[in-house]
C-alpha cells in the first residue's frame, strides 16, 4: 500500500536552531499537509500544499511541495521551546479518495 | 470561533461494556472523519462520512460503528469495548469536493481508557 517516509523520527535541537524534516512517497499525491500535535491534543493543521513545486510560509514554518508531488520538506527557523512536539506529514487528493497517508511522524525535543 | 468539539476529553469503561464519543462541528463541512491513534503513532482511519454517506475503512473492526444524524454531529459506537480499544480518539472534518483537496480540521479528541 501506500507509505510515507518521514524523517527524522526524532530531534533534539538547541533553542534558536533551525529544524528541517521531510516525507518522501514512492506514490504522487494532489495535496501535501503538515500537522503539529501537543501532548493530548490533536494534531492542529501548520500548512497545506496544493501545486508541485509550490513554498508556503507561516510565521517560522516554511514548507515545499517537491516538483515530482512525491515529497515535502517542512523547515522550522529559529526555534522556541514552544515548537516542542509531533510534526506529522500527510498526503492526500488521490483519486477523490478522502483518506489521508500520513508519515510516521516528527518528534521535536529541545534540549534544556 | 468554529471549531471540531469532541465530548468526553477523557472516558473510563469497563471491558466489554458499551460506549459512546462524540464530535460536534461548526464549520459546516460535509465530510466528518473518525481515527485511532495509539502512543505517539499516526492517526489510522476507522470510517468517514460524505454527507450521509457512509465509508468503512476494510480493516476497521465490526466492534466499531458510527451515527452521523445530521451536518454538525457524528458519533462513534464501540459495542463491546477490549483492552486493545484504549487510545485517543480524534474526529475531524474537511470540506468535500473535487478532488478532496481539502485539509483535515481535527478535534483534541477522547482519550479512552478500558479498566
Known amino acids: 500500500g501506500q507509505q510515507l517516509n518521514q524523517s527524522p523520527q526524532s530531534m533534539f535541537i538547541q533553542e534558536g536552531e533551525d529544524v528541517s524534516m521531510n516525507c518522501t512517497s514512492s506514490?504522487?499525491?494532489?495535496?501535501w499537509l503538515w500537522y503539529k500535535q501537543d501532548p493530548g491534543e490533536g494534531p492542529v493543521l501548520l500548512i497545506a500544499?496544493?501545486?508541485a513545486g509550490e513554498l508556503t510560509s507561516n510565521g517560522r514554518l516554511t514548507a515545499q511541495f517537491g516538483i515530482t508531488r512525491k515529497d515535502s520538506f517542512l523547515n522550522i527557523s529559529a526555534s522556541i521551546p514552544s515548537d516542542v512536539g509531533i510534526y506529522f506529514c500527510?498526503?492526500?487528493?488521490?483519486?477523490?479518495?478522502?483518506?489521508?497517508?500520513w508519515g510516521a511522524g516528527t518528534k521535536l525535543i529541545i534540549k534544556p | 470561533d468554529a471549531m471540531v468539539i469532541q465530548n468526553p476529553r477523557y472516558q473510563v469503561t469497563q471491558f466489554g461494556k458499551p460506549v459512546t464519543l462524540s464530535c460536534s462541528q461548526t464549520?459546516?463541512?460535509?465530510?466528518m472523519y473518525w481515527y485511532q491513534q495509539k502512543s505517539s503513532q499516526a492517526p489510522k482511519l476507522l470510517f468517514h462520512y460524505y454527507d450521509k454517506d457512509f465509508n468503512n475503512e476494510a480493516d476497521t473492526p465490526d466492534n466499531f460503528q458510527s451515527r452521523r444524524p445530521n451536518t454538525s454531529f457524528c458519533f462513534l459506537d464501540i459495542r463491546s469495548p477490549g483492552l486493545g480499544d484504549a487510545a485517543m480518539y480524534l474526529c475531524?472534518?474537511?470540506?468535500?469536493?473535487?478532488?478532496?483537496?481539502?485539509?483535515?480540521?481535527f478535534g483534541d479528541g477522547t482519550r479512552l481508557s478500558i479498566l
Open positions: 506514490s504522487i499525491f494532489n495535496t
Open positions: 500544499l496544493y501545486k
Open positions: 500527510a498526503g492526500g487528493g488521490m483519486d477523490s479518495n478522502y483518506q489521508l497517508i
Open positions: 464549520l459546516n463541512h460535509n465530510v
Open positions: 475531524a472534518t474537511s470540506r468535500g469536493g473535487a478532488g478532496s483537496n481539502q485539509p483535515q480540521h
